[in-house]
């Protein structure tokens, strides 16, 4: 089975980075990472990749005088490893136009709300603040505007009554790793389209009952 191949960029601890790596050691799982790159050298998720014998490379934006310049570099880096398909896992990095034009429809983002309410770095926070009932996770592709991308998956996560936003985002980040390893999945097996700046889930999957929070019952 071919596999697509994943570059998987990131700045911290890499929980979703290890939920990659332990989607893509089963044996069916139709992608595999080629490379880890993150722009921090005292990343945690660096150790993850180096346990998993997964190639990496440190690319800091610190060294760069400006984005494009750092985004080439990164653009370079990622062409010459074979990478097919961008997964950005907590890269606290804005890519500019110029990048994600040379990367159209195949660099993809876990953000935890549902998009497209609760943009920015700040959203556990922001859900807490607001009141709302549901919050989640979604998984979107990236455009030039931040964290505005066609939605290809989103999961639904109840906002408790006692929830703070670190409490929320424990919760919320479960969902995460289920998510971006299934979108991978749907990928990889041609089972989603674009159209008019849509996602169309061809896979055939159920899709789930209503959620309510408080209870019906």
């Known amino acids: 089975m071919k596999k697509l191949k994943l570059g998987i960029l990131i700045s911290g601890r890499g929980s979703n980075l290890q939920a990659l790596i332990n989607a ?4 069916n799982y139709p992608a595999e990472i080629v490379l880890v790159i993150s722009n921090k050298p005292d990343a945690q998720g660096l150790k993850h990749a180096i346990e998993a014998n997964i190639e990496t490379q440190v690319i800091e934006h610190n060294n760069y005088s400006d984005r494009e310049s750092f985004d080439k570099d990164l653009n370079a880096t990622l062409y010459a490893s074979g990478a097919e398909l961008i997964c950005l896992a ?3 990095r804005l890519l500019s136009g110029w990048f994600i034009e040379k990367w159209p429809n195949k660099i993809i983002n876990i953000h935890p709300s549902l998009l497209p309410a609760f943009k920015g770095t700040n959203s556990h926070a922001e859900v807490i603040n607001s009141g709302v009932k549901i919050s989640g996770c979604t998984v979107h592709f990236v455009t030039k505007d931040m964290d505005a ?7 639904a996560v109840p906002v408790l009554p006692n ?3 670190d409490s929320l985002a424990k919760r919320i980040l479960k969902s995460e790793h289920k998510c971006y390893s299934h979108v991978i999945r749907l990928i990889a ?4 389209k674009i159209k008019n700046q849509l996602v169309i889930d061809i896979s055939g999957n159920k899709i789930d009952e209503i959620t309510f929070n408080p209870s019906l019952e």
Do not use: V
């Open 189 to 192: 097996s041609n089972k989603i």
């Open 24 to 27: 893509c050691s089963e044996n």
């Open 163 to 165: 929830d703070n936003k």
């Open 149 to 155: 991308g066609p939605i290809i998956m989103q999961a």
């Open 90 to 92: 907590g890269f606290m």
